[in-house]
């Protein structure tokens, strides 16, 4: 297992950034692997998407949104307690993101220095996944 499974930067014309992207990290080796008209997202053939290109949402700045991988919901869900517990913004209550993935489970909360911690593991088949 990894510490860090994903960043996303915030950028004001993703088609650009998207065309300036697709060929560098073609030189990398990677590809587009993630395309919505609000996200897009570049991975090595056979990994999974790491380095992710949002739609900038806070006009007032760049919001940097880093994710780390944890072993299972009950520390997603210890996370979101501590987070709590140390008076931090919670983005978003930890859950199933079917969205991002069948079985995508996480707790998104602000961090001191205003940037979008995520905390995700893959979800279990056998545990509930309510807070």
């Known amino acids: 297992m990894t510490l860090l499974d994903h960043v996303v930067l915030q950028v004001d014309d993703l088609n650009a950034i998207g065309d300036w992207y697709d060929q560098l990290v073609s030189l990398a080796g990677g590809t587009r692997t993630f395309d919505t008209p609000t996200l897009i997202g570049y991975a090595l053939p056979g990994q999974p998407t790491q380095l992710l290109f949002s739609r900038a949402t806070d006009p007032g ?15 997603v869900r210890r996370v979101h307690d501590l987070a709590i517990a140390l008076g931090a913004e919670i983005l978003h209550e930890p859950r199933l993101w079917p969205e991002y993935g069948p079985d995508y489970y996480a707790v998104f909360i602000r961090d001191p220095a ?13 545990e509930e996944h309510s807070s």
Do not use: I, M, P, Y
Request: proline share 0%; hydrophobic share 30%.
């Open 114 to 126: 205003g940037n979008n911690l995520e905390f995700k593991c893959q979800a279990s088949t056998t």
């Open 61 to 75: 700045g760049r919001q940097t949104h880093v994710a780390l991988r944890v072993e299972d919901e009950a520390t």
